[in-house]
């Protein structure tokens, strides 16, 4: 299963949930910083950012995708959760790999919230302030976000407090396993 949604919507709190329940997730970020890295680039929101471009320019929208399919056949478990999901071509790209047992699900959130988790996480790629979200939400609509959210099999709305929120997930999960 993939979670999919705008930036801090969410995802990674999802994916914590889904780790408190002994499943294993695979972190799309975790490549592409990894790349930064192996160019010799320091871990910034813009360096992210280019390198994530790039990828999708020379290797086509779905590469970072690709580069985690392996990783998720490697991982040995009857359910694996796939954070961070930035467009149709990515979704696609699974649903190819796994067919049927590929769950989408959409995170919903409102943009002040997702803005103050953003801004309140001091993720070392993150997000300084509300111009660079703002072109950190622009990027990540260009890669194709909200078609891939409109093509979930599930959505779940982040519109709540974080316990109400993590009983959503463990709820689906469970639903979905």
Same mark, same amino acid.
């Given at each position: ?28 970020? #975790? ?40 990783? /998720? ?9 796939? #954070? ?37 996480? &001091?993720?070392? #790629? ?6 660079? =979200?703002?072109?950190? #939400? ?26 109400? =929120?993590?009983?959503?997930? &463990?709820? /689906? ?5």
């Amino acid at each position: 299963m993939g979670f999919v949604g705008m930036p801090a919507s969410g995802k990674t709190e999802a994916a914590n949930v889904a780790r408190e329940l002994g499943i294993p997730v695979i972190e799309m970020g #975790d490549i592409v910083r990894a790349e930064v890295k192996a160019r010799g680039l320091e871990v910034t929101e813009e360096n992210v950012g280019k390198v994530a471009n790039d990828l999708r320019e020379k290797e086509g929208m779905g590469a970072v995708a690709h580069r985690c399919v392996p990783c /998720i056949k490697d991982a040995d478990s009857k359910a694996v959760v796939i #954070d961070g999901m930035r467009g149709v071509a990515e979704a696609e790209v699974y649903r190819e790999a796994f067919g049927a047992q590929f769950t989408l699900i959409a995170i919903h959130a409102p943009q002040k919230a997702r803005f103050e988790r953003a801004m309140a996480r &001091k993720r070392e #790629d993150d997000i300084e302030d509300w111009q660079s =979200f703002l072109q950190k #939400d622009e990027r990540e609509i260009s890669w194709g976000l909200p078609e891939a959210m409109s093509m979930a099999d599930v959505s779940i709305e982040n519109d709540c407090t974080l316990e109400e =929120f993590r009983q959503r997930v &463990k709820t /689906i999960i469970e639903g979905i396993i």
